[in-house]
């Protein structure tokens, strides 16, 4: 009998759960023993493991965050950490992992399966920021949460003729502030990608929008800009918003939304997607396949070796600043 185990690293993101629920029932059904290992890496170096089977997973399916607990860990990128972990793999006879997180998760996952124990990376960030794939699991559901966050956001915007700064996570990465942004109807839209100036993609566009009559303002910025802040004289959203209304005479807010981004129900999306991905991981490892990572590419599941995984990279899809900045005007 084969035994394979399933941790989830790093960021918990809203569908972690349905992926977890995949890679048990998969294994469970094809005849494989599953453990899941608690707090990621922490817990894989302690032995922090049960025994799962079929009903451990019932009712997750919906559930936010992760049953499993993440953790991100200092020790495990040590190498007597890595070998402490092998160690208890060997000891409880693990003969692959599926390890649910990001990049980071993945870098970890590289390293186990170099030293022989076989692991399949599946992409669970709500950043989206995984080279090698289209989508990772969580995105949806965060970027949903935005959306209705600055929903809401917008009812005193409109109300009191404000303007608010929302900051969004996404600290390497601006998917989640563009596509927010887009969907929101934010004026202006800052994401680490892109160089900015905040006279000129701020001041003025909101300026020149004063003049045809808005009287009231959302700007999306992502988490990762505050270095490129910084470098124009402003620190944080707060600054940004005090900068604005001087400038403008608008009165001005910042709102971070911080972890409320991560957490609540997966959307549909993000279940299927977590279950299709949980199950395919788990097919690999049964199979005796390990050191990929399981990527969606155009909708279809497959999947890459780690190493060209972590070497690949991805742009962000500039055509839709363009699209944004020339319709919430
Ligand atoms: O990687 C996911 C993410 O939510 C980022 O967007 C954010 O910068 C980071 O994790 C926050 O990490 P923590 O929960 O450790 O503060």
Redesign the pocket.
Known sequence: MKTIAVLTS??D?PGMNAAIRAVVRTGCENGARVLGIRRGYAGLMQGDMYEMNLRSVSDIIHRGGTMLYSA?SKEFCTEAGMQKAIDVCKDAGIEGIVVIG?DGSFRGARDLSLRGINCVGVPG???NDIACCDYTIGYDTCLNTIMDMVDRIRDTTESHDRCFIVEV???RAGY?ALNAGIAVGATSILIPEMEFSIERDIIERMRRTQKTGKEHFIIVVA?GVNEKLVAQGINGVSALAKYVEHNLGVESRATVLG?V??GGSPSCKDRVVASQMGSYAAHLLLNGIGNRVVAMQKEAILDYDIFEALNMTKSIDLSLYDTAMEISI
């Open positions: 790093g960021g993101a991100r990001g960030t709500i950043d996570m996404g600290r989640l988490e972890h981004q991560r």
